[in-house]
C-alpha cells in the first residue's frame, strides 16, 4: 500500500478505528523500544549507585521475611555425601 493511499484511509476512519491504530502505532512502538533496552546489557544502561541502590532495596525486601531455608542438617558433612 502507498503512503498516499494510507493517509487517505486514515482520513475516513471513524474515531473508534482511529483509536486502535493508535493503539496499534503505540504497541510497535514500545515492541522497538524493548527490543533495543533488551539488546543493551544491564550495565551499560544502569549507573553503578543504580545498581547499588537496587540491591540494597532487594536486600532489605529478604530481611524478616520468613522464607523456607536449608536444614541444619545440609550443612552437616556427613550428610551431604548420604
Known sequence: MRLEE??????????ARLQR???LV???ELEEK???VASVPL??????????RRLR???????GAKRAGLP?????RAEIYD
Open 34 to 36: 524493548t527490543a533495543v
Open 26 to 28: 503505540t504497541l510497535l
Open 21 to 23: 491504530v493508535a493503539a
Open 72 to 76: 541444619d542438617a545440609a550443612f552437616d
Open 43 to 52: 550495565w551499560q544502561r544502569v549507573s553503578l549507585a543504580d545498581m547499588a
Open 57 to 63: 532495596e532487594r536486600a532489605v525486601s529478604y530481611q
Open 6 to 15: 494510507l493517509k487517505h484511509k486514515l482520513d475516513h476512519l471513524d474515531d
